[in-house]
């Protein structure tokens, strides 16, 4: 059974640029979460999609934006990029929403310069 | 929201050595999670465990839901074992007792066993 894949492993961009990261979750998942590991922060919850619709939302600027498809895949957009959004963005997925258990693909490492 | 602490942060271990890692939250969960970060940032998941106890080879874990803990045991550690432990929960809302379906994650626990 494939696990959950994200797109691209690197991503560079500039200041002020938009980023877009995708995540395909495991087959029958279909809640996906994403995740913002930045150094010296830790890991830190962005959103949680479930079923086609945003259900959670972390502490994270409007800037910070994303959607679910209707196969379930997702992408996460950062607008007006900022130094400090470098970081790694791991995406997860559960077979159903809430407490389920959440399984992480390899994740997206952005550098913002 | 919900604290999650572990503990040690650092440890150092001889390859063949037992260790015990600790994670306490402030609240009820509906989920716990324990994983593994390898070198390049993948989480791993070890164990999911919101109660009770449960092993796989080598590693163990159990959690005491009523006091708000969890521990990793890991036994004859080995050199592939190095890396960042993670403890990551996910707590009841206060809406009738679902979930935030958000984990949050403790600091984390590095540990190097060396040959």
């Known amino acids: 059974e494939a696990g959950v894949t994200q797109s691209p492993t690197h991503l560079i961009k500039t200041r002020g640029q938009q980023a877009t990261l995708r995540c395909s979750p495991i087959s029958g998942h279909t809640s996906v979460y994403w995740y913002q590991q930045a150094l010296g922060l830790g890991l830190q919850f962005l959103l949680w999609?479930?079923?086609?619709?945003?259900?959670n939302r972390g502490n994270f600027p409007p800037r910070f934006s994303g959607r679910q498809f209707p196969n379930y895949s997702s992408e996460l957009n950062v607008n007006a990029l900022e130094l400090e959004d470098s970081a790694l963005y791991l995406c997860?997925?559960?077979?159903?929403?809430?407490?389920?258990?959440?399984?992480f693909g390899p994740g997206t490492r952005l550098t913002v310069l | 929201g919900i604290q999650v602490e572990q503990s040690p942060p650092d440890l150092i271990l001889q390859e063949g050595a037992n260790s015990t890692l600790r994670c306490n939250f402030s609240?009820?969960?509906?989920?716990l999670q324990w994983f593994h970060q390898n070198p390049w940032g993948q989480l791993i998941n070890l164990f999911y465990?919101?109660?009770g106890t449960k092993q796989n080879g080598r590693l163990s874990a159990t959690t005491v839901a009523t006091e708000r803990y969890s521990l990793l045991y890991i036994s004859s550690s080995q050199t592939t074992d190095s890396g960042v432990y993670f403890c990551a929960v996910d707590p009841f809302s206060n809406a009738g007792g679902t979930s935030y379906g958000k984990l949050t994650f403790g600091q984390g626990t590095i540990l190097t066993v060396h040959p």
């Open positions: 465990i919101p109660s």
């Open positions: 999609y479930d079923e086609g619709e945003e259900r």
């Open positions: 997860a997925s559960s077979f159903s929403g809430g407490a389920d258990e959440q399984f």
């Open positions: 609240d009820s969960v509906n989920n």
